[in-house]
């Protein structure tokens, strides 16, 4: 079946626009990741989508940062008010998860995010 | 700072040579994986190592780890030029609810 999509591949924004990262999981994972990754780095945890539960958001680093998902399946991160640093690849990953155990992650090709 | 450290930063090697990339971690975790990722876009599972395991294998790769020392090796023998892309750890880490931890990474170069 599908594997994780995600739009657009690129965006080019000025400072200060807000933009709206969108992420289409695997059908019936009922868990959603989205990480960023700045050049040559590793991955910075954001939000963590579980089912019905209340996300895990303790990654998000400043509140012009957000995210949700709708109908337990698409997910949108939006970052308002863009700064310079906020340039960088943002990874969208799903997979399944319960049963008291954690199960591999599946990525998107990400979203490259330039703040101009 | 990051739950998990792979060493070396990064890594050269001859097609056909064995390469071995370390991960260290901080905190207790239920499983282990690694993942590999080619043109800094997205990555791909290689492997899951449980907390109760300590040695696992696929096809050319060879995980080990050692919870005593917090710490997990990747293995890949007899390399290929396709091999070449960078390699991440991630530990899942319970703490209400399971999130993932990326290590910062080794960049494996496998020269033909």
């Known amino acids: 079946g599908a594997g994780v999509s995600q739009s657009p591949s690129n965006k080019v924004t000025e400072k200060g626009k807000d933009v709206e990262l969108r992420c289409d999981p695997i059908?019936?994972?009922?868990?959603l990741y989205w990480y960023r990754q700045s050049l040559g780095q590793g991955l910075e945890f954001l939000i963590y989508f579980q089912g019905n539960s209340a996300p895990d958001k303790s990654g998000l680093p400043s509140d012009r940062f957000s995210a949700e998902r709708t109908g337990g399946s698409v997910s949108t991160l939006t970052i308002q008010r863009t700064q310079q640093e906020d340039s960088a690849v943002y990874l969208c990953?799903?997979?399944?998860?319960?049963?008291?155990?954690?199960?591999?992650?599946?990525f998107g090709p990400g979203t490259r995010l330039t703040v101009t | 700072s990051q739950q998990g450290e792979e060493d070396p930063q990064a890594l050269s090697i001859q097609e056909g040579e064995n390469a071995t990339m370390n991960c260290s971690y901080k905190?207790?975790?239920?499983?282990l994986q690694w993942y590999r990722q080619n043109s800094g876009r997205g990555l791909v599972h290689l492997i899951l190592i449980r907390s109760n395991e300590r040695e696992k294998h696929s096809g050319r790769l060879r995980v080990t780890l050692d919870t005593s020392k917090k710490s997990s090796s990747l293995l890949i023998t007899a390399s290929r030029a396709a091999d070449t892309a960078s390699y991440f750890c991630?530990?899942?880490?319970?703490?209400?609810?399971?999130?993932?931890?990326f290590g910062t990474g080794t960049r494996l170069k496998v020269l033909a």
């Open positions: 990953a799903s997979s399944f998860s319960g049963g008291g155990s954690t199960y591999e992650q599946y």
């Open positions: 905190t207790s975790i239920n499983n």
């Open positions: 059908s019936g994972h009922t868990a």
């Open positions: 991630a530990t899942a880490v319970f703490s209400g609810t399971y999130k993932y931890i």
